[in-house]
């Protein structure tokens, strides 16, 4: 495998390691362990640790995605396997993008408008609504994301397979 093919792997599986790191630990945790300790406002708290640490994980796989994309522009081998990373790829940056700019962003500003810790605010709330739609949409945008960024993953070990 070549050093840049090497690196790319290197950024693909750090990047794709912190997201599962996120989603299968941090968010979890922050929850558990701030509800735990019975506070009125647990699930602002943890929410604002999670936004802070996903705001991390969704630029990561921005930049990653549009670096390893750049990169991905010199292919040694003719065949169709560029085509596909390049797509997927695209797809980790939009999704990470989106989730970032524009997902978060309307949760912030929807958080910024209900006065009450998200807790507080009743489930039938039109805001509340809103608030879990929204949420639900940022965790579709992060298992797309991480199913392309593994797809792209095993892509570029095939090219790295197919110029060796």
Do not use: C
């Not at 299968?24 to 019975?38: E, H, N």
């Not at 396997?81 to 970032?100: N, Y």
């Amino acid at each position: 495998m070549s050093l840049l093919n090497s690196i790319r792997v290197l950024l693909l599986a750090s990047w794709l390691g912190s997201a599962l790191y996120f989603s299968a630990v941090v968010a979890p945790t922050a929850f558990s362990v701030l509800r735990g300790q019975q506070l009125a406002n647990a699930s602002e708290l943890a929410g604002a640790i999670v936004n802070r640490a996903l705001g991390v994980v969704n630029t990561g796989g921005f930049i990653v995605g549009l670096v390893l994309m750049g990169t991905a522009l010199f292919p040694k081998v003719k065949s169709r396997w560029p085509l596909f990373e390049l797509i997927s790829l695209g797809i980790l940056v939009i999704a990470t993008g989106v989730s970032q700019w524009i997902i978060a962003a309307r949760l912030h500003a929807l958080r910024l408008s209900i006065e009450l810790p998200i807790d507080q605010v009743s489930a039938s709330d039109p805001r509340r609504i809103a608030f879990n739609s929204l949420h639900g949409y940022s965790v579709i945008a992060l298992a797309i994301a991480m199913i392309a960024a593994l797809i792209a993953f095993f892509l570029i070990a095939q090219r790295a397979r197919l110029n060796s």
